[in-house]
């Protein structure tokens, strides 16, 4: 693959560490923390979902994929192993990038991806150059999203397909009904410890979407790599994951992060009653995967 004809300047003018070309030089200290176990405690993004998008025809190996918010590669990596279709990952956190660059190089692959630490709002390609953008779990921290929408229209091409994934709550009722308040009550645990809360600051639901309505055509297709269950429901965030003592689970302090559970569990109990783990049994997150073909 000739990177020099998709990116905006050669490779030899990025900053270069290990197999990672470095566009900015900021760091993201939260994903940086949690990069060693990131992938044991997240959704597995199954070879399925490459075999689905591939055999549909909706990635094709003539394709150039760029994996916005790439992280550790779980999003595009079976994109360039298994297919050999180039792909431009592009991520903030140096030590995320590593492990993506860990699984290329075990694969023997690492010539079919660029691995670059840069800014989702000023990415370095030129415009019209990718035919896929996969962006997963980002678009939701960033509170000035639109930035990085016009950002993927302008790198995407004409009927080029954005691969947006994001977690959903099953069963949807309890979202606003139960879900938002138990989220609540564990930031404010945390904030009382000196924690700051997370930046979950991106657009919601129903304005998202159509906001994204303006640029792109949704796919309607149904296929089950395309909602996939999440790592840990809620029942193992308060009652398994709270009690280990690594800090291979949380991005936080095991120690804070366990007294935070131990007096939401409490304040729980309070507001629902004892009736409140047979709800937190009913509960749990799925990615679900849309897809949409740029207008």
């Known amino acids: 693959m000739n990177w020099d004809r998709i990116l905006t300047k050669r490779l030899e003018e990025f900053g270069r560490q290990g197999g990672i070309y470095v566009d900015v030089a900021s760091e993201n200290e939260v994903y940086d923390h949690i990069a060693e176990h990131y992938d044991e405690t997240r959704e597995v993004i199954p ?6 998008l591939v055999e549909r025809g909706i990635v094709r190996r003539n394709h150039v994929v760029l994996d916005m918010g790439c992280g550790t590669g779980r999003n595009s990596y079976g994109f360039a192993i298994k297919y050999d279709i180039p792909v431009v990952g592009i991520d903030i956190s140096f030590s995320m990038l590593q492990k993506y660059h860990q699984k290329l190089s075990a694969a023997g692959k690492e010539k079919n991806a ?3 630490k840069g ?3 000023a990415v370095p390609m030129i415009s019209g150059t990718a035919d896929v953008c996969t962006c997963f779990a980002l678009i939701h921290l960033i509170s000035d999203y639109e930035k990085v929408i016009a950002e993927i229209l302008r790198i995407l091409k004409i009927d080029g397909k954005f691969i947006a994934g994001g977690m959903e709550i099953v069963p949807e009722d309890m979202e606003g009904n139960w879900i938002g308040n138990v989220w609540e009550l564990y930031y404010d645990s945390l904030e009382k ?12 639901g129903k304005v998202f979407a159509e906001y994204l309505q303006n640029y792109f055509s949704k796919e309607i297709l149904t296929d089950p790599c395309l909602r996939i269950p999440a790592k840990y429901s809620m029942r193992g965030f308060l009652f398994e994951v709270s009690n280990r003592t690594d800090s ?3 991005s936080i302090d095991p120690d804070i992060n366990h007294r935070a559970v131990t007096t939401l569990r409490a304040r729980l109990k309070d507001i629902y009653g004892p009736d409140y783990e047979e709800m937190v049994c009913n509960f749990r997150s799925q990615m679900r995967i849309n897809i949409f073909t740029r207008k």
């Open 47 to 52: 070879d399925s979902f490459f075999d689905f």
């Open 114 to 116: 660029i691995l670059i």
């Open 119 to 121: 800014s989702a709002f």
């Open 193 to 204: 410890q000196g924690v700051v809360r997370p930046s979950h600051v991106g657009p919601k």
């Open 248 to 250: 291979n689970l949380v």
